[in-house]
């Protein structure tokens, strides 16, 4: 499951238990699992912040829910297969209390031999050329089909579904290189497909298939009482602690999945990779040794499930064996190491326009190493880039949160005392009582100055804590999309395992992590963020507007409601700023790039499940009028060089030669950014100068 949205958290001390993947035996893997379901169950009856009754209606849910897990495309499973899984549908709920995994062993052994005579057809489909000549058309999206009514039905869906991704690869060959005859595009074009297809059945059908499909089935149960209650298995939940520490142990390596293959895109400075000198940019790694040392082809893989393999215990080994952009291949064993992540940390530019001068602060996460003192916290980053930009005399400052998924509460608290002198920044709700969470600054900020807050789609729970607090305090203007993601929950998330006895040689056992929603956040004005997000002072159009990827799109969201408001006392800026955002508005309104933005995506919204056709030049057209939409939103949203904004860098701290390129290429991306651009017009108008 992807962990990358781990939202506003309180982490407990982490406890060094050893997974239960490791050295069992079936009948361990069994009871392992069960006391998974019975250890989560207590957990969210006794501590979620509003379980659901665990009942038939529950049951028929995570029914429904495990099956779209699984084959949501519904291109996998038979119709006869869903039938006979249907005895289920109301006992699911008695099996969770039991614990029982009839119903998971049941639909596991069933999925999995459908996926193994699928590897069959998929590559017999594949081993023939394909005519693209014929009249046909695929819905690839196929949530809202049946399921095959039998094999031969199933076997057409994989046909064309096929078809349709071997059309399109070769179309890209033939656009990257035009000489290339439709006879030799097709044929590398099945190639390329059968490769990045066997990719997926390897993982599908790989060793940790049924670890992987227990987590989904954990996280079908945990996701329906909220959608932030979720089931992590040990190795997850290792992940999103060194996300949220910015630091973990590997080699290194930035990858990038392409064509089924994984490419290093840059080896990072001062990792063990970079030390070795033996990786370089754009060398292919083929394999990589499991936990059993063990060499095991990683084509197809996500770059995700790389990275976990990469990733391991200090001082551990692993091996490689890579093919260098010489086209030799090359085994070779490097010793995992630290790695602090600084590319995410906070950074600060200075931008010249309009005859001002405005700071930018970007925080991708409100991230905070819970295990180290020493370790990293973005309040003490962002304080440091603040005090740099007021060395720079900036006129006002803009803080940038778009895609901030979140983080950490005391970071957020801390950073929101930044700006405001005294008072509460939220306040949190749990079964018992309602708590104010305060700024502790000593009635001193860092900075007064105008300010600007930066939103979208997925700026979430802390993102969002920050940016309300702003607006409620009417101590700066919050611009962006229509409305932020609209998450206003918070998880504790608690390991869980029994420890053994290191005298006796039984070690200890983990059974996963379970991050669980105990708290409701509302605004300081007793409004929450919940479902409705924070809709900006000035709304910019978004290219993301109707698509369903919002806290209110998941059916099971907790409710929005409101509590007494706190007391606080607005900023003294407060009386200027409806001046301000009505200017702002007027000035958006009548914007002929923005106003082109919001017509490219009233398009797009039009056409965004369209059935395609299978012959190559009406395919080709379809793709191409999408494709001219979207270039044309990019090309709006990107300042052409006579009008690109003038940056400079702040001083970059203990700065090397990858860190200043790297900087330099984050400077030239957004000095080409429109809604920066516009943002920075809204706060020179602000700044009054």
Same mark, same amino acid.
Not at 268 to 282: K, R, Y
């Given at each position: 499951?992807?962990?990358?949205k781990?939202?506003?958290?309180?982490?407990l001390?982490?406890?060094?238990?050893?997974?239960?993947?490791? @050295?069992?035996?079936?009948?361990?893997?069994?009871?392992?699992?069960?006391?998974?379901?019975?250890?989560?169950?207590?957990?969210?009856?006794?501590?979620?912040?509003a379980?659901?009754?665990?009942?038939?209606?529950?049951s028929?849910?995570?029914?429904?829910?495990?099956?779209?897990?699984?084959?949501?495309?519904?291109?996998?499973?038979?119709?006869?297969?869903?039938? @006979? $899984?249907?005895?289920y549908?109301?006992?699911?709920?008695?099996?969770?209390?039991?614990?029982?995994?009839?119903?998971? =062993?049941?639909?596991?052994?069933?999925?999995?031999?459908?996926?193994?005579?699928?590897?069959?057809?998929?590559? &017999?489909?594949?081993?023939?050329?394909?005519?693209f000549?014929?009249?046909?058309?695929?819905?690839? &999206?196929?949530?809202?089909?049946?399921?095959?009514?039998?094999?031969?039905? %199933?076997?057409?869906?994989?046909?064309?579904?096929?078809?349709?991704?071997?059309?399109?690869?070769?179309l890209?060959?033939?656009?990257?290189d035009?000489?290339?005859?439709?006879?030799?595009?097709?044929?590398?074009?099945?190639?390329?497909?059968?490769?990045?297809?066997?990719?997926?059945?390897?993982?599908?059908?790989?060793?940790?298939?049924?670890?992987?499909?227990?987590?989904?089935?954990?996280?079908?149960?945990?996701?329906?009482?909220?959608?932030?209650?979720?089931?992590?298995?040990?190795?997850?939940?290792?992940?999103?602690?060194?996300?949220?520490?910015?630091?973990?142990?590997?080699?290194?390596?930035?990858l990038?999945?392409?064509?089924? /293959?994984?490419?290093?895109?840059r080896?990072?400075?001062?990792?063990?990779?970079?030390?070795?000198g033996?990786?370089?940019?754009e060398?292919?790694i083929?394999?990589?040794?499991?936990?059993?040392?063990?060499m095991?082809?990683?084509?197809?893989?996500?770059?995700?499930?790389?990275?976990?393999?990469?990733?391991?215990?200090?001082?551990?080994?692993?091996?490689?064996?890579?093919?260098k952009?010489?086209? @030799?291949?090359?085994?070779?064993?490097?010793?995992?190491?630290?790695?602090?992540?600084?590319?995410?940390?906070?950074?600060?530019?200075?931008?010249?326009?309009?005859g001002?001068?405005?700071?930018?602060?970007?925080?991708?996460?409100f991230?905070?190493?819970?295990?180290?003192?020493?370790g990293?916290?973005?309040?003490?980053?962002?304080?440091k880039?603040?005090?740099k930009?007021?060395?720079?005399?900036?006129?006002?400052?803009v803080?940038?949160?778009?895609? =901030?998924?979140?983080?950490?509460?005391?970071?957020?608290?801390?950073?929101?005392?930044?700006?405001?002198?005294?008072?509460?920044?939220?306040?949190?709700?749990?079964?018992?009582?309602?708590?104010?969470?305060?700024?502790?600054n000593?009635?001193?900020?860092?900075?007064?100055?105008?300010?600007?807050?930066?939103?979208?789609?997925s700026?979430?729970?802390?993102?969002?804590?920050?940016?309300?607090a702003?607006?409620?305090?009417?101590?700066?203007?919050?611009?962006?999309?229509?409305?932020?993601?609209?998450?206003?929950?918070?998880?504790?998330?608690?390991?869980?395992?029994?420890?053994?006895?290191a005298?006796?040689?039984?070690?200890?056992?983990?059974?996963?992590?379970?991050?669980? /929603?105990?708290?409701?956040?509302?605004?300081?004005?007793?409004?929450?963020?919940?479902?409705?997000?924070?809709?900006?002072?000035?709304?910019?159009? @978004? %290219?993301?507007?109707?698509?369903?990827?919002?806290?209110?799109? =998941?059916?099971?969201?907790?409710?929005?409601?409101?509590?007494?408001?706190?007391?606080?006392?607005?900023?003294p800026?407060?009386?200027?700023?409806?001046?301000?955002?009505?200017?702002?508005?007027?000035?958006?309104?009548?914007?002929?790039?923005?106003?082109?933005?919001?017509?490219?995506?009233?398009?797009?919204?039009i056409?965004?499940?369209?059935?395609?056709?299978?012959?190559?030049?009406?395919?080709?057209?379809?793709?191409s009028?999408?494709?001219?939409?979207?270039?044309?939103?990019?090309?709006?949203?990107? $300042?052409?060089?006579?009008?690109?904004?003038?940056?400079?860098?702040?001083?970059?701290?203990?700065?090397?030669?990858?860190?200043?390129?790297?900087?330099?290429e984050?400077?030239?991306?957004?000095?080409?950014?429109?809604?920066?651009?516009?943002?920075?017009?809204?706060?020179?108008?602000?700044?009054?100068?």
């Amino acid at each position: 499951m992807s962990i990358a949205k781990y939202g506003l958290f309180l982490l407990l001390p982490a406890v060094g238990f050893t997974s239960f993947a490791t @050295s069992r035996t079936d009948g361990d893997v069994e009871v392992n699992r069960k006391n998974v379901i019975r250890l989560v169950m207590k957990r969210i009856k006794n501590q979620h912040y509003a379980p659901k009754p665990v009942d038939d209606n529950f049951s028929r849910t995570i029914w429904q829910n495990y099956l779209k897990a699984l084959d949501g495309n519904k291109n996998t499973l038979l119709k006869s297969d869903v039938e @006979s $899984l249907r005895k289920y549908e109301t006992l699911i709920d008695d099996e969770l209390e039991t614990p029982s995994l009839e119903y998971f =062993n049941a639909i596991y052994t069933v999925s999995m031999q459908r996926l193994n005579e699928l590897t069959v057809i998929y590559r &017999d489909l594949l081993s023939k050329p394909m005519d693209f000549s014929k009249k046909e058309t695929i819905q690839p &999206d196929r949530s809202k089909a049946d399921f095959p009514a039998d094999e031969a039905a %199933r076997r057409e869906v994989w046909r064309k579904s096929l078809k349709y991704s071997v059309l399109k690869k070769m179309l890209e060959l033939q656009q990257a290189d035009k000489t290339k005859s439709d006879v030799v595009a097709e044929k590398e074009a099945r190639a390329a497909v059968l490769l990045s297809t066997d990719g997926l059945f390897k993982n599908l059908l790989g060793s940790s298939a049924p670890d992987d499909r227990f987590s989904a089935y954990m996280n079908t149960v945990t996701l329906e009482m909220d959608p932030h209650t979720s089931y992590l298995a040990p190795v997850d939940a290792g992940i999103r602690d060194a996300q949220m520490a910015h630091r973990y142990y590997g080699l290194g390596l930035e990858l990038i999945s392409k064509d089924g /293959t994984i490419l290093i895109k840059r080896v990072l400075s001062g990792g063990t990779a970079d030390a070795s000198g033996l990786l370089q940019a754009e060398d292919c790694i083929l394999r990589l040794s499991d936990a059993a040392g063990k060499m095991v082809d990683i084509s197809g893989m996500s770059v995700l499930d790389v990275s976990r393999m990469i990733r391991g215990e200090k001082g551990t080994t692993l091996k490689l064996l890579v093919r260098k952009s010489s086209g @030799s291949e090359k085994e070779m064993t490097l010793t995992r190491g630290e790695i602090v992540e600084t590319e995410n940390a906070a950074k600060s530019a200075v931008i010249e326009k309009n005859g001002q001068k405005i700071g930018y602060l970007l925080l991708r996460e409100f991230y905070r190493d819970f295990k180290r003192a020493d370790g990293a916290q973005c309040a003490v980053d962002m304080a440091k880039e603040i005090m740099k930009l007021k060395a720079e005399k900036v006129d006002g400052i803009v803080v940038d949160l778009r895609g =901030n998924p979140g983080g950490s509460l005391d970071e957020v608290v801390k950073i929101t005392g930044f700006f405001v002198k005294t008072g509460p920044v939220v306040l949190g709700r749990d079964k018992d009582h309602i708590q104010s969470y305060a700024i502790e600054n000593g009635d001193q900020t860092l900075y007064d100055g105008p300010l600007a807050v930066m939103v979208d789609e997925s700026s979430a729970s802390a993102s969002e804590i920050f940016a309300a607090a702003i607006q409620d305090y009417k101590r700066g203007i919050v611009v962006g999309s229509p409305s932020s993601y609209g998450k206003g929950t918070m998880q504790e998330s608690l390991p869980m395992g029994k420890l053994g006895d290191a005298a006796k040689g039984i070690p200890d056992i983990s059974y996963g992590t379970l991050a669980l /929603t105990i708290k409701k956040f509302y605004r300081i004005n007793g409004t929450t963020t919940q479902l409705n997000g924070v809709i900006p002072d000035v709304i910019f159009p @978004s %290219r993301r507007i109707y698509q369903k990827i919002r806290e209110r799109d =998941n059916a099971s969201a907790l409710v929005c409601d409101t509590i007494e408001s706190a007391w606080f006392i607005k900023s003294p800026v407060a009386a200027v700023l409806p001046g301000v955002i009505e200017k702002a508005n007027l000035q958006i309104s009548h914007d002929s790039t923005l106003n082109e933005v919001k017509r490219e995506v009233e398009w797009l919204k039009i056409n965004e499940a369209p059935v395609f056709s299978l012959q190559k030049n009406a395919f080709k057209k379809q793709l191409s009028d999408i494709q001219a939409h979207n270039n044309a939103i990019d090309s709006a949203l990107k $300042l052409t060089a006579g009008k690109q904004l003038k940056m400079s860098a702040t001083p970059i701290d203990k700065p090397s030669p990858d860190k200043i390129a790297r900087n330099q290429e984050w400077l030239n991306t957004c000095s080409t950014d429109v809604y920066l651009s516009r943002t920075v017009d809204i706060l020179t108008d602000f700044s009054g100068k």
